[in-house]
Nanobody, 115 residues
Framework: QVQLVESGGGLVQAGGSLRLSCAAS????????RGWYRQTPGKERERVAV???????NYADFVKGRFTISRDNAKNMMYLQMNSLKPEDTAVYYCNVDSILKTYWGQGTQVTVSS
């Protein structure tokens, strides 16, 4: 089992930056990717960025060039650096671990970008 706890969300003005953190505990076999997703009311959860076990990254088009996903394996941490934030980035951001047996989610952290 894996437990995930996000932190770092908050209120920021458009053009500003935030760094989200995800602390992981526990273990799981066959982890394929770790990532960040987001969701706004009435919409489906959407993928923001993922990083594979081999360190390859993939970003949604709407964050390319602005967000950076990274991880620190020694600390069991994952991060999402968000720059040049826009009001449309407002959402609850979730940390995700996808393994061959199960997908794990954190409880989410709210990010609000004011115009």
């Amino acid at each position: 089992q894996v437990q995930l706890v996000e932190s770092g969300g908050g209120l920021v003005q458009a053009g500003g930056s935030l760094r989200l953190s995800c602390a992981a505990s526990g273990s799981a076999l066959g982890i394929r990717t770790r990532g960040w997703y987001r969701q706004t009311p009435g919409k489906e959860r959407e993928r923001v960025a993922v990083i594979s076990s081999g360190g390859y990254t993939n970003y949604a088009d709407f964050v390319k060039g602005r967000f950076t996903i990274s991880r620190d394996n020694a600390k069991n941490m994952m991060y999402l650096q968000m720059n040049s934030l826009k009001p449309e980035d407002t959402a609850v951001y979730y940390c995700n671990v996808d393994s061959i047996l199960k997908t794990y989610w954190g409880q989410g952290t709210q990010v609000t970008v004011s115009s």
